[in-house]
């Protein structure tokens, strides 16, 4: 049995390299063929040719994310017609159903923004920057999004590169031009947070710093007091689920029957320490 | 002493095998390149890589590369860069998409439209370059960003906030040209071949090709256009001069600035067919249309031969560059290897096609 | 060695010049190439201009035929001011140009250099075409008239030998015709037999009418085809003279610069 | 006529400024930029910009992309291209950080190990490059898909699953090469300063700059050197011959092969150093690291006056149009531009400043 | 024109050769450049190659200076068999050649290409370093030797004219000495002085027995410096000829192919 998942985030992010984690453990556990999949860049027109892709090769069962339904839908729904069953993962909760997948894990990034904006807001933050370190991503502006609707205050994106030094270093002017800024959200632990941590570290000014996803050393940040707090989808769970319920599918064809949500989940100082260790393991 | 002869009968010239005239020919490199790659996946790959589903599903991406590979590699020829091609299909496609939702406008004003907006981009690259005497390197480098920036305020003030454009679809069906520039083609076709059993089905009997990408047509006719412009018109004998030596050019009477601003322009269209293709087919346009593809286009085009100093190259041989590298980009999913690795494999593959296909021309035409 | 079997009778001096350079100046950032230099080409005439190394010679032609802007000075053509922004302007005024370095593009064919910036085409409006067949046809017999047998017209020019390559540059001027044909030195890698080719073509060009202007080093060549003499020396000219006025030797003491040279005129018979 | 003077007092020579003389050095047309891109930002940006610490901030990202564009500019300068610089400083900084971090050695092994293994690759790189007579651009590009993978593979097998390899910083801290690599240099000397008052403080009386970021020292020094190697020895000479026409190099007797090879194994060196400085800095590793810098550190060079083709450049041209490309990149955060235009404005900016700096050369250098 | 104030006596028949090339082959692709040419050089002679365009005479001098490996045929150097990998090779073992492509590098200075791969250094250990100020200043002296004043050591050899570059080659060469100096087509670009200066180095340094392989199209050039004379045709050798075995009218007329010359002779004192 062969399992195909497509995702908009390349193997090397390392929010996605989780994901792959979670539908490697479940390839193995369940003992199907799995296979992860991810265009090079951000691209829908390429994503959409490799969902094409798997379903000449007619799988068992097929996983997507769907940042984008129009551009993805077609090749969506040509699985589904193709008889293919097919699970949504990560972003398209809203339209999963509409293009007949079997069901939705995961959690709507811009929901997790805005759970994570009010947290800020709860926590007094008035003024915040959100750090972008791919703009155009639409999942990640998504996610800027939310914030900001969740946040209510001043909301302003700071775009970056993926180098952390100049996250930085840009952080860093931020700050210092302008007083007010008191919450950084981050749109990524290892890339963006990190270095916004450090830099509000520097500027000497007590500053909020959150950000979307986990990394060993920002939840160490986060245990030492330096930063607020990590948003967790547990997207383990998005790869892991999303294929052990394709393996039953097609083994005994049993399926849930409803979305099942994977997050958000906020992790604070209390909680960590115990998620330090998973964390650089690559499982949360 | 038999000079006055003719050529024909020169002591001087050994007789040459027709393989070996053959592969003196830029364009015809890459073909070895073609072969090892499609040798090594059909070995490693699922069978159904050479489908015609298969086929189609490869060349779909290989055609949208191709067709900016061919823009690129007549600019290459010719002498200068446009990096900011990946960066003009995101803009044309925006430009395309706002005129096509926001206005409304039919298909058949808004796609002139479009192509003559990115002419003029490209029309301004050209004329910097030609103006300031600055490598176009640098120039096109800062309309990537900037038209990539442009591209990005431009959709949040069409859509009020979003990073994504959607409702193409919507806009542009029913629209006659709409078949021209998305889908599939010979619809009527494919589907009497899959009655007859020519063309595989899936379950429910709709065949498993449902006709033609229009971009394969499109990748296709452009590559014997631009090779019939390269090798049999006095233009593309500027172009070959223009990129050999500006200044000999120059000298012997050839438009070189002319020639020039004309290719930027050219490539600038090409983004736009890219940009309107996809956005169609897509029926949404995002910040991130297009993003790298300069890059790869490039690539595509040394790949099939063309030298990034200039004056050499081939159509055909972007046309094979980007069938090599749509190849291995997309078949590598039909394998088993871990995606982990896909970038070591892509990296390799690239380098071996390349190699082998060095190789080859050096051992048939006898050079040293 | 005043006679020549070439020499047509008097020199055209009567007739109006075709081009008229007055007073040129050109610098390239602080370096003066020319200092004020006058000429004038006048149909049917041969005008060599000669001088030392680095005298100017080949920066004056090429204000001549639209490479450089002269920094000063005037340019008439056919009696009018006129100023040539691109070598295809002095072109298509009717001034054909070879240059010392051939302005030839080394990876392109034989066929495709000559006929480079002037395709012949066939077929009409939009199949209007490169006319391969016929461009090849025409430079291998324009080679061959010049004494070079090529192997083939799809030779890279980059790949041909010195003589070759310079051969195809000059057939290329006098194919195209013009009313003004410069050469830069264009025997300086030919072999004998392509020499007293190219001398031959200088003689008969103009006496289809055509004004010449030839630059050598070479006294002998020089008097066996000009008709009035120009000599550059460090940017300025020395003056003019007619053929008949001057004699081998004072003419190869004023290229000199009117330096000395190392003692060889007992071997090469008075003149270099 | 009294050429036998000699050229002191040529008559056909103009007398020029000693600013014209000034600016006919390659390396400083990229000041023109510099001063440009700082009063643009003298007038629109925070004043924190032009602070001490406002300048270490800037400087600092500007220094390790310098350090890449030095080596790129050589490489280019010597007529080949080096794509995989950016995947090379990932892949270096992965296995400086297993050799620290998981086996455990010390600096002193780590560090000449680090740069050894990079030379290595660098090597290769460039031995294909002269042994296939391929484009360098393609077989580089190669590797920077194959480096880039094998960072991955490699993260996931020293960690076990994640993109992430951390505790670099306690694996060097204390080591007495660690304050060669990272941190501040003169800590001391700043903090003296800071009590006198000339370096600003925060309220606990710390210095708010804690002393000059090591890079920026790397940098310099780096610079200087290259400057040196290129203008003043015998090696600098066969780079430039080597890049400005390989058969006329190697005709007058110049070993261009080894020069380019040894070319490739420093630009690669350069990309090791920065790996080590991020890594320890950063304390941890990842996939992504240098993504890109590839492109950044040629843009660097370009700025700089490099010529694409080879034989022309200069390393303290690449030194400024770092600083110029570094200072737009982050100076735009302390203006009031609407962050969405920040690609509008690094385009347009890095398109002024070489327009301006060519338009400065002409001008003053009297070239029509 | 047999006897010349330069020759020295007897051509050193008698001493064995420095380079000698047996029945060397060159094909490039399907083009036979070569198709079996024997030659040597002796110490202190002046041995000519000479021949049509085409003839295959670069192409020769390149496989003996290690830029092209023959395709078949032997080259001994001082009675051992040789191969040269690279023209660095070539030169370690003291063979010193002016291209006639000239191998310079435009965008360098002239003092730069002057040293380009023998740079003088001064300092030691990691001070050693390029000794810019004597390399000027060699240039300046050594250019001025040969018959050129230049503005300045600093220029850019692409802004020199054609003689001036092709004097910068030439003057390298005999700077940095050697066994055998290979000239190709020396003089082509070179004004009266210039030339003159050069064949009195030719012999200057034949005298002090280096064995020279010159070659040229020009017949009196030839003659006022040559010892030997060997003609290329259609890449085959047409013989050897010592001096005074031969006319100079019999020598362009090998030199022409054999085929008929347009008719300048007059004009041109028997031979062009
Ligand atoms: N682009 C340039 N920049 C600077 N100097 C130049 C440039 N072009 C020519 N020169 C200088 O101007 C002078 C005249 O050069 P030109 O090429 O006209 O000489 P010429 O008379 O043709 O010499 P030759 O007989 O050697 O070809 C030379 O000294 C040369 O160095
Ligand atoms: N790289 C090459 N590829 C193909 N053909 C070549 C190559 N090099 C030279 N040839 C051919 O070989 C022949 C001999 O060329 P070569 O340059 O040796 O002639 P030459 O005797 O030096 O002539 P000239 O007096 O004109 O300089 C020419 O016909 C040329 O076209
Ligand atoms: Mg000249
Ligand atoms: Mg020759």
């Known amino acids: 049995q062969d399992i195909v998942v497509v995702a908009h985030g390349q193997a090397n992010d390392p929010f996605w390299s989780v994901v792959k984690n979670g539908v490697e453990e479940a390839g193995k556990d369940t003992g199907v063929n799995v296979d992860y999949r991810s265009p090079e860049t951000f691209d829908m027109v390429a994503m959409a040719q490799l969902i094409d892709a798997a379903v000449n090769q007619e799988p068992d069962g097929l996983v997507v994310s769907i940042p984008d339904a129009d551009a993805l839908g077609p090749s969506i729904e040509r699985a589904v017609a193709a008889g293919i069953p097919v699970i949504s993962i990560n972003s398209g909760s809203d339209v999963s159903n509409e293009l007949g997948a079997l069901l939705h894990v995961g959690q709507d990034e811009r929901d997790a923004g805005v759970a994570a904006g009010e947290k800020l807001a709860e926590m007094g933050g008035t003024n915040a920057i959100c750090v972008n370190q791919e703009v155009g991503n639409v999942s990640l502006d998504l996610r800027c999004e939310g914030f900001a609707e969740g946040f209510g205050g001043t909301v302003t994106v700071l775009p970056t590169s993926n180098d952390p030094t100049e996250i930085q270093s840009k952080v860093a002017a931020a700050l210092s031009s302008d007083e007010g800024i008191d919450t950084i959200m981050a749109l990524g632990a290892g890339t963006a947070g990190e270095p916004s941590v450090a830099a509000a570290k520097a500027s000497g000014r007590d500053i909020k710093v959150a950000t979307f996803d986990l990394s060993a050393s920002f939840l160490q940040s986060v245990v030492d007091g330096d930063a607020a707090f990590a948003i967790d989808q547990q997207q383990f769970l998005q790869g892991y689920l999303a294929v052990d319920f394709l393996a039953l599918n097609a083994k005994y064809g049993l399926m849930p029957g409803g979305n099942v949500p994977s997050g958000p989940n906020l992790i604070t100082a209390d909680k960590a320490a115990q998620v330090i260790d998973l964390s650089s393991k690559g499982i949360r | 002493m038999n000079a006055s002869d003719g050529a024909l009968e020169d002591e001087r010239v050994k007789a040459e095998s027709f393989l070996s005239r053959l592969m003196r020919r830029p364009e015809l490199g890459a073909i070895a390149g073609v072969i090892l790659v499609v040798i090594f996946f059909a070995i490693t790959a699922d069978g159904s890589m050479f489908t015609l589903s298969g086929f189609m599903n490869f060349m779909s991406p290989a055609s949208q590369l191709g067709i900016l590979a061919i823009g690129a590699a007549m600019l290459m020829i010719g002498g200068e860069f446009d990096l900011s091609i990946g960066s003009m299909v995101a803009f044309a496609g925006l430009f395309f998409a706002i005129c096509a939702v926001n206005w409304g406008l039919p298909l058949v004003v808004t796609i002139p439209l479009t192509f003559v907006f990115a002419a003029c981009v490209g029309a301004v690259n050209g004329t910097i370059v030609i103006r300031s005497g600055l490598p176009s390197f640098i120039v096109t480098l800062a309309f990537l960003f900037i038209l990539r920036g442009l591209s990005l305020v431009g959709l949040k003030w069409a859509t009020g906030g979003s990073t994504q454009l959607r409702g193409v679809r919507e806009a542009t069906e029913g629209d006659i040209l709409t078949p021209f520039f998305s889908g599939d083609a010979f619809p009527g076709l494919f589907a009497r071949l899959a009655e007859m059993g020519l063309v595989e089905t899936f379950g429910n009997g709709a065949p498993k090709v449902p006709g033609i990408p229009v971009e394969i047509l499109w990748f296709v006719v452009i590559a014997a256009l631009a090779t019939y412009v390269l090798l049999r018109t006095p233009a593309g004998n500027w172009i070959f001069a223009a990129g050999g030596d500006t200044n000999a050019a120059s000298n012997s009477g050839v438009p070189v600035a002319r020639v020039k601003v004309s290719l930027f322009m050219l490539t600038a269209a090409c983004a736009a067919l890219v940009a309107i293709i996809t956005v169609i087919d897509a029926g949404s346009t995002d910040a991130r249309r297009g993003f790298q593809k300069e890059f790869e286009a490039i690539i595509a085009a040394v790949i099939g031969g063309c030298l990034l100093t200039g004056g050499y190259g081939s159509a055909i041989g972007a046309f094979f560059g980007a069938i090599i590298f749509g190849m291995v980009v997309i078949g590598l999913t039909y394998t088993n290897f871990d995606q982990d690795w896909f970038q070591v494999f892509l990296g390799a593959m690239l380098l071996i096609a390349v190699l082998f296909n060095n190789a080859i021309r050096k051992r048939v035409t006898g050079e040293r | ?272």
């Open chain 3, 1 to 272: 060695m005043t006679d020549s079997t070439f020499h047509h009778g008097e020199a055209a001096t009567a007739q109006a010049p075709i081009v008229e350079m007055r007073n040129i100046e050109k610098h390239f950032g602080n370096i003066i190439a020319l200092a004020g230099v006058s000429f004038d080409v006048r149909p049917g005439e041969c005008h060599c201009l000669l001088g030392d190394n680095g005298a100017g010679k080949s920066t004056f032609i090429k204000t001549m035929s639209g490479v450089h802007k002269p920094t000063k000075g005037e340019i008439l053509f056919e009696g009018t001011p006129m100023k040539f922004d691109t070598p295809r302007d002095a072109m298509e005024a009717g001034i054909a140009t070879v240059f010392q370095d051939l302005a030839m593009i080394p990876l392109m064919s034989v066929a495709r250099n000559f006929f480079m910036g002037r395709e012949p085409t066939k077929g009409r409006g939009l199949f209007k075409r490169f006319d391969v067949d016929r461009a090849n046809e025409i430079t291998m017999t324009e080679m061959r008239k010049m004494g070079i047998n090529l192997r083939g017209p799809d030779q890279a020019v980059g790949t041909l030998s010195g003589g070759e390559r310079q051969t195809v540059a000059i057939a290329r001027a006098v194919h195209f015709g013009a009313k003004v044909l410069i050469l830069d030195e264009p025997t300086s890698a030919l072999g004998v037999r392509q020499t007293s080719n190219v001398l031959a073509t200088i003689d008969k060009v103009r006496n289809q009418g055509i004004g010449v202007v030839f630059i050598s080093h070479n006294v002998r060549h020089a008097l066996a085809v000009g008709d009035r003499f120009t000599v550059l020396n460090r940017g300025k000219t020395l003056g003019t003279a007619t053929r008949g006025e001057i004699s081998p030797e004072e003419l190869q003491d004023l290229m000199a610069g009117g330096q000395e040279m190392a003692q060889l005129e007992g071997s090469l018979g008075g003149t270099v």
